[in-house]
């Protein structure tokens, strides 16, 4: 059974969030799919198969962390387009139907990737008692977001803020329902970038997230109702590091990104 692993949200190798990709002609049973999943021990690990012709998608797609299932992830629905146009499996536009609906993605001449996934709403909320403590910076605001990806959005005062963030992730699982995405205006937009951001998932086996495509959802109405501008590029300030574009279109956010096949072998399993 082929495997692949795929760098998303970046155009180069060992950069952006690897992914593991299965193409299969059906789903075996979920303690499978979460033991591969295990094993693979990325972020998330998809797993698609194709449906038959004529009906609202082309192929069904879920994702698995290396302790759970998730109801929507952005990186690995990009590294299992990549798969697919790379091999010619599929052409044009490629209709996933996933835990949260229906999803597209469509591939650029400039080999880039746009998926079309549902905004999140945003929700102000208090601070949490503790979290501040448990993330080691100020926090001058809180979004709760929609169902489907369950973080709180924290906003602090600047981009070092971000990036210097140490948190510690046994508190911070007592914070989060899927995890805590803590964002920045960029301090210098010429760098090509208009806000920064870094995702802690502790609660679903992750402790930072290199690029996480579902929390741009959330990301992109935050930062356009405060810049003005529909379509901006964020940039996730991981070891790893990776930038999504992002285009509001109302109750859709499209997320544009590269990615790269960085291992293409077989899992004997």
Same mark, same amino acid.
């Given at each position: ?28 049973? !979920?303690?499978?799919? &979460?033991? =591969?999943?295990? #094993?693979?021990?990325?972020? #998330? ?12 998608? !082309? ?9 759970? #299932? ?45 998926? !079309? ?7 102000? #909320? ?15 605001? =809180? ?6 990806i369950g973080d709180l959005l924290v906003e602090v005062a600047d981009e070092a803020a971000v990036r210097s963030m140490s948190p510690d992730f046994a508190a911070l699982r007592t914070h989060s329902r899927r995890g805590i995405v803590v964002t920045a205006a960029a301090d210098d937009p010429a760098r090509g970038y208009d806000y920064v951001s870094r995702g802690f998932f502790p609660g679903v086996g992750i402790d930072e997230d290199p690029v996480t ?22 940039? &996730? ?33």
């Amino acid at each position: 059974m082929r495997i692949r692993i795929v760098d998303a949200f970046t155009d180069r190798p060992f950069a952006g969030n690897p992914a593991g990709v299965l193409l299969l002609d059906s789903f075996p049973d !979920d303690a499978w799919l &979460q033991s =591969v999943a295990a #094993e693979v021990n990325l972020s #998330e690990t998809a797993f698609a198969h194709p449906l038959p012709a004529g009906g609202e998608a !082309d192929w069904a797609l879920r994702w698995f962390t290396p302790a759970t #299932e998730v109801d929507m992830c952005g990186h690995a629905t990009l590294a299992t387009a990549h798969v697919l146009h790379t091999t010619g499996a599929a052409t044009g536009t490629v209709r996933f139907i996933a835990r949260c609906g229906l999803l597209t993605a469509t591939a650029g001449d400039d080999g880039t990737i746009t998926l !079309d996934f549902p905004t999140s709403p945003l929700t102000p #909320e208090a601070v949490p008692a503790g979290l501040g403590e448990a993330l080691g910076a100020r926090i001058t605001g =809180v979004h709760g977001t929609g169902a489907h990806i369950g973080d709180l959005l924290v906003e602090v005062a600047d981009e070092a803020a971000v990036r210097s963030m140490s948190p510690d992730f046994a508190a911070l699982r007592t914070h989060s329902r899927r995890g805590i995405v803590v964002t920045a205006a960029a301090d210098d937009p010429a760098r090509g970038y208009d806000y920064v951001s870094r995702g802690f998932f502790p609660g679903v086996g992750i402790d930072e997230d290199p690029v996480t495509g579902s929390a741009h959802t959330a990301l992109a109405p935050f930062w356009s109702a405060r810049l003005g501008r529909d379509d901006l590029t964020g940039l &996730q300030a991981s070891a790893r590091s990776g930038l999504v574009r992002t285009s509001l279109r109302g109750d859709r956010t499209l997320l544009t990104g590269s990615a790269v096949t960085v291992i293409d072998g077989d899992l004997h399993a």
